[in-house]
């Protein structure tokens, strides 16, 4: 039977595809559509933007969003010309932004977040995060693992609305240098960003757990040994774990920092990396077989060429808004690494011991199910001594797996409208949301149509030419398939695929900006990259033979 897609409220819906690849669970679809929203709106109105938010909602589980406009009802279209430009001058929550909008630049507030999140919020996230691993969950009654679950629920929506807010500062900056710099040099949006390449190492993967492990494996031959033995990797990272050296405390650091976050989206019903562990493995010893391998390749000569591009006048305005976008740019993986990825795969495992609880008294059929549960259902049977069967679970989460991309309309309501043109404007309002539209475009904007039949076009994400296997992947579940020097082809790419990109030659995305995780890491591991596809995935054969051009933003598919 087909769904019917109704709009969830007034006004025009597009669909999160990028971010929700599929239906969400109950407890995400209320999560993000409470907190999110309530975080980004605390940071526009403190930077001045005239976007009051992304609204949420969910539709047969598929999470829509909704642009909001300062002083406007929800839904409500954009103001004509002299409607806005009176509201600019007369409202008191436009005048009071516009302000708001002129201090962001003059004291470049992104700065005192900046600084807030990586020596209080951070760290805080972190402790609270491994606060909650350290519980041992099997161990607790039905009633303690409930509040443990509340517990979880509640770091969740904290890291939710966090990643809201930080949404603005992580780009804020890095939009303001594109606008600026591409009127100056007359370069394209990909090739600015490129001179970001090696700015943001986390995109890469490059944490302290990461590195003091890898330091420690290479100093320890039989622990390296034991990576490499042809084992169950499951066993291979519990007895690298149980080591006696140094490697034992290193890698449980590792795995409790990068195992237990979501591999796909913010989505608890998504798997975690230790559900995976061939994952693990594999790119530990990709890291190990390859560790001279430089995220930082050409990218000295790229800021150089860009910089000689910039008229002599501006070139020292041009290394102001470098420093600044540089300042900024690791913020924008850290904020869903060290938040709601990592919140999402820890409320997960919570979520598991509860699923393998109600399968042993056969409320449910497997421990998965537990994820496609609300909070109060799933306390409504672990609060009952014999709880009758749940097959809606098994139902939603069938629906879930099954779900594909072709059935939710991309919006809902009316056909979706530009933003009013920023000249509309006053000076202070104009520059900050030219800077965020220049942003929200180079991460979400697609490539041009298809060409010939052989040849896939995209958005030059990183230069450099490879020639190799194509793998398509669609998930983590197909994440085996994938070998040393092969080419991902994926629909999109998150932070949490960087356990696995040290195994790759290149990467082709269907979806993406030359500002999408895919673009940013290819640039940080140095390797060919071309984003924004459209189609990659269905028109690239898994196992093909293919030539990746990332400087023309091409790949094509070889005899």
């Not at 001279?292 to 808004?321: F, K, N, Q, T």
């Amino acid at each position: 039977m087909s769904l019917i897609f109704t709009p969830p409220g007034p006004g025009t819906w597009e669909l999160d595809s990028t971010h929700f690849p599929r239906p969400a669970a109950p407890a995400t679809q209320a999560i993000f559509s409470r907190c999110f929203p309530a975080g980004m709106a605390r940071a526009t109105a403190r930077y001045g933007l005239v976007l009051d938010t992304l609204a949420y909602a969910a539709v047969n589980g598929w999470l829509y969003n909704q642009v909001r406009i300062v002083a406007a009802p929800p839904g409500a279209p954009v103001p004509p010309k002299l409607v806005l430009q009176l509201l600019t001058r007369l409202h008191p929550e436009y005048r009071r932004r516009a302000k708001a909008a002129q201090q962001t630049f003059a004291q470049r507030l992104w700065r005192e977040d900046i600084a807030r999140w990586q020596h209080e919020q951070k760290p805080a996230r972190r402790q609270a995060h491994l606060r909650l691993l350290r519980v041992p969950i099997v161990e607790l009654d039905d009633a303690a693992l409930l509040s443990h679950i509340d517990e979880c629920l509640k770091v969740y929506a904290e890291s939710t609305e966090l990643h809201g807010y930080l949404s603005v500062p992580a780009f804020l900056a890095v939009g303001d240098f594109i606008v600026h710099v591409q009127e100056w040099s007359g370069r394209s949006p990909a090739e600015l960003v490129a001179a970001l390449a090696s700015t943001s190492p986390v995109s890469a993967g490059d944490e302290p757990e990461r590195r003091t492990l890898l330091a420690a494996l290479q100093e320890d031959g039989a622990a390296r040994s034991l990576l490499e033995a042809e084992e169950d990797p499951g066993i291979i990272l519990e007895r690298l774990r149980a080591s006696q050296s140094s490697v034992g405390a290193c890698t449980g650091s590792y795995l409790d920092a990068v195992g237990y976050r979501t591999l796909n989206s913010y989505d608890l019903s998504d798997p975690y990396a230790l559900e995976y562990p061939f994952i693990l493995v594999a790119g530990l010893r990709s890291l190990l077989s390859a560790p001279e391998r430089s995220r930082s390749s050409g990218a000295e000569a790229v800021r150089e060429r860009l910089r000689d591009a910039v008229p002599s006048v501006h070139r020292s305005a041009y290394d102001a808004l470098f420093a600044e976008a540089e300042l900024s740019s690791s913020l924008r993986d850290e904020r869903v690494l060290y938040n709601d990825y990592w919140s999402a795969g820890i409320t997960r495992r919570a979520f598991l011991e509860a699923g393998r609880r109600l399968v042993e008294r056969s409320a449910l059929v497997r421990a998965e199910h537990a994820t496609a549960c609300s909070r109060d259902e799933l306390g409504a049977l672990l609060a009952s001594a014999k709880p009758l069967p749940f097959p809606a679970a098994e139902k939603r989460f069938t629906a879930r797996r099954s779900a594909s991309l072709a059935e939710p309309p991309a919006h809902l309501g009316p056909t979706p409208i530009p933003p009013p043109p920023t000249a509309w404007l006053p000076p202070a309002l104009r520059r900050v949301q030219r800077a965020t539209l220049a942003c929200l475009a180079a991460v979400f904007e697609d490539g041009p149509p298809a060409g010939a039949v052989t040849l896939v076009r995209g958005i030059s994400a990183s230069p450099g030419r490879y020639e190799g296997t194509a793998r398509i992947v669609t998930g983590p579940a197909q994440f085996d398939k994938l070998r040393a020097g092969d080419v991902l082809v994926a629909r999109s790419t998150s932070p949490t695929y960087n356990v696995v990109l040290p195994m790759l030659g290149a990467l082709v995305t269907d979806r993406g900006g030359a500002l999408s995780h895919a673009a940013i890491v290819s640039r940080e591991f140095g390797i060919p990259g071309v984003v924004g596809c459209r189609d990659a995935t269905q028109r690239i054969p898994d196992g093909a033979r293919v030539r990746v051009d990332g400087s023309a933003g091409e790949c094509m598919v070889l005899p």
